[in-house]
């Protein structure tokens, strides 16, 4: 029989059965692709939201904390006892540190280091074998002794006051050049840097991008290494200042707690030395006459040659706006209309405060290292920062080819890869700090670059896992946590907004459409969030697509350290806790953590003033009252204000599976 009939018989089907069953596989594949496609889509799209909830809420952190400055200088117009008591305080604030503060031999030579200390042994002069020896020893967690701490800041600040404003580095085919951004003290991402990239050396120049110390636990073991190594290496590991490199901002973000925490004894000697290091970085790096390197970015009034030429010593505080000491300003006080005693004249014109920038000079600094590149053309106020400016890419092209330059880099911006490329190739943004808002939520980079080759980025993500998880968790965690300090957000805010509410509710339903619900929410607090996109996260909808708007509230609210408080006096201190903070650290110079009730009473008007909140006098003596737990006059305000917390009722009940997107 031969084959042709054998398969007019049906024994030839097998060859078409089989193409129709590679047809169905191919089909199944495709369906499990798009599936799969969709559902990476959704978890970006998730991730992407959380990562902009961190984002806004950092930058109007960020706004609250120059908005500051403007206190301060309202504060000094209208309040001397603070002068009276420490007159260091305006130098402090505005001018250069006092010389009595500056004598090494003051600080180091009464500080021995004992035969009981096991952590490292700094050698003077400093040797290549000091850094090994001090990553060696940070990576087992030891500290380094006070004594040495002391004798590294005075070296570095007596190298750094050698130096011009902006540093210029060659490169060459032969000798590459590492530029880290931001690193907040991530310890581990320092190290990661040197295991793949080696440590600074002679052959290995590296560039550190600013913003070194805050918001992580470590950052005097990286102001140390970072310290070291330059004091080793000063032609081949170069420092620019970045806008956390600033007392005033290390009150709020970390690093003066971690200092007083590490250095209970010494601490104070520190933080006052580091305040005057910090005002001898440079401002920013030039390679080879083309690329600019700063921490923030442009405006279109930048003048590099005017930056070139600034006493930037005089610089105490990026967050303090020069305060003016001509006549009329001195007869504009004494018509000052708060019941407050006026500083004197002659506090006013001391020598200290004649050291200041001008307010042009503190403009151009103050919009390099706070600035930030967008899409949009032009250059327009940076609000969601509250400092520096947004600039576009004709900004860019605009500064760029009047100073002769190529390219600019920056740091100052997380972002979920570590870097960023813009206008046309003219902005990057690298940013070395992983996981900056929450494990996983972003990768860490720096950048590679020699003479003649275009730029190369190495990416990176510290992990304690010997496996990353999946992405799924990663993303879970990202957004429960975003989620989080957005609630802690609406709680301080849950007056202001139920008002606005029930403004929109004239039925007085307690429900709102989505957009009216949508609109109070950003017209209170002002974040810039797709809040149709977070709703299922933040509040009930019923049937009909209406929000429940005091659902919001269910399961968090803040605890009262005294029951007797009023809630919107509790809610106005919650919000405000990190500016009251700071301000009394600032007055309380000998970090005893103690103000009087006069201080105490006195600081409050002025905030209650300046700030146009609505707190009847009455309810903060009774406060301050309450306080004084020992009834001794005076208020440990650091641990009052820790009493404020947010509790979040559904913790340990499970989570809902609701999703962003």
Not at 59 to 81: R, W
Not at 95 to 100: E, P
Not at 180 to 200: A, M, S, T, V, W
Not at 215 to 233: A, W
Request: with cysteine; glycine share 6%; charged share 25%.
């Amino acid at each position: 029989m031969s084959t042709h009939d054998l398969e007019d018989m049906g024994c030839g089907t097998s060859s078409s059965t089989k193409d129709r069953k590679s047809e169905k596989v191919l089909k199944a594949a495709l369906v499990i692709q798009n599936w799969y496609r969709g559902y990476s889509a959704r978890l970006k799209a998730r991730q992407r939201y959380a990562l902009t909830i961190f984002q806004s809420i950092e930058y109007a952190d960020e706004q609250g904390q120059l908005q500051l400055s403007n206190f301060f200088s309202f504060m000094l117009e209208n309040y001397t006892q603070i002068h009276e008591k420490d007159p260091e305080l305006l130098a402090r604030l505005f001018g250069s540190t006092l010389q009595d503060y500056k004598d090494r031999q003051d600080y180091v030579s009464h500080i021995d280091v004992p035969d009981s200390y096991h952590g490292p042994r700094l050698q003077f002069p400093l040797t290549f074998t000091d850094i090994d020896l001090l990553v060696e020893a940070f990576k087992q967690q030891q500290i380094l002794h006070a004594h040495y701490v002391l004798e590294v800041l005075f070296e570095t600040k007596k190298v750094l006051k050698q130096m011009p404003n902006f540093t210029h580095v060659k490169t060459s085919p032969s000798k590459e050049l590492t530029i880290c951004g931001d690193l907040h003290g991530k310890l581990d991402d320092l190290f990661l840097i040197f295991y793949k990239n080696g440590l600074p050396s002679g052959s290995n120049t590296y560039i550190f991008n600013g913003d070194f110390v805050d918001r992580g636990k470590h950052s005097i073991e990286i102001l140390m290494i970072l310290f070291v190594s330059f004091l080793v290496y000063p032609n081949d590991l170069h420092l620019n200042r970045g806008n956390h490199e600033d007392f005033m901002m290390n009150l709020r973000y970390g690093f003066t707690k971690e200092i007083l925490h590490k250095y209970k004894i010494h601490g104070k000697k520190i933080l006052q030395i580091l305040e005057d290091v910090y005002t001898w970085l440079p401002i920013g790096t030039i390679i080879d006459n083309e690329i600019l390197v700063i921490h923030g970015g442009i405006s279109e009034s930048t003048d590099l040659n005017l930056l070139h030429r600034i006493e930037r010593n005089k610089m105490k505080s990026v967050l303090m706006s020069p305060i003016p000491l001509d006549e009329d300003h001195n007869n504009d006080l004494k018509k000052n209309k708060i019941n407050t005693t006026i500083i004197p004249r002659e506090v006013k014109t001391n020598g200290s405060l004649s050291e200041q920038l001008t307010k042009h000079e503190w403009e151009q600094v103050i919009d390099i290292l706070w600035s930030d590149p967008r899409g949009k053309r032009g250059c327009y106020p940076n609000t969601s920062r509250g400092g520096g400016c947004y600039f576009g890419p004709d900004i860019t092209s605009k500064v760029l080819n009047k100073y002769q330059l190529k390219m600019l880099i920056r740091s100052h911006e997380c972002k979920p890869e570590g870097y960023e490329i813009c206008h046309d190739g003219k902005v990057v943004t690298v940013f070395s700090a992983s996981n900056y808002y929450e494990e996983g939520s972003n990768r860490g980079a720096y950048i590679k670059l020699c003479s003649g080759m275009n730029l190369r980025f190495f990416q990176y993500q510290v992990t304690k896992a010997t496996c990353l998880r999946p992405l799924y968790q990663r993303v879970n965690t990202i957004e429960s946590s975003a989620i989080r300090i957005l609630k802690e957000r609406m709680i301080s805010r849950k007056t202001d907004l139920i008002h606005a509410f029930q403004l929109q509710d004239r039925s007085k339903s307690g429900k709102l459409p989505m957009g009216q619900w949508a609109f109070s929410m950003e017209n209170v607090l002002g974040l810039n969030l797709p809040w149709r996109s977070l709703s299922p996260h933040l509040v009930t909808t019923d049937k009909s697509g209406n929000i429940n708007y005091m659902s919001s509230f269910e399961d968090i609210h803040i605890q009262k350290p005294v029951k007797e408080a009023q809630s919107t006096l509790i809610e106005t201190l919650y919000r405000y806790r990190s500016d009251l903070q700071i301000i009394f650290n600032v007055i309380d110079s000998d970090h005893s953590g103690l103000i009087s009730m006069e201080e105490f009473r006195a600081m409050w008007k002025l905030f209650n003033s300046h700030y146009s909140i609505h707190i009847d006098d009455f309810q903060i003596d009774d406060l301050a009252e309450r306080m004084d737990l020992n009834k001794d006059g005076s208020i440990d305000f650091n641990e009052f204000l820790k009493a404020f917390y947010v509790v979040h009722k559904l913790d340990n009940v499970n989570k809902s599976d609701s999703k962003l997107a």
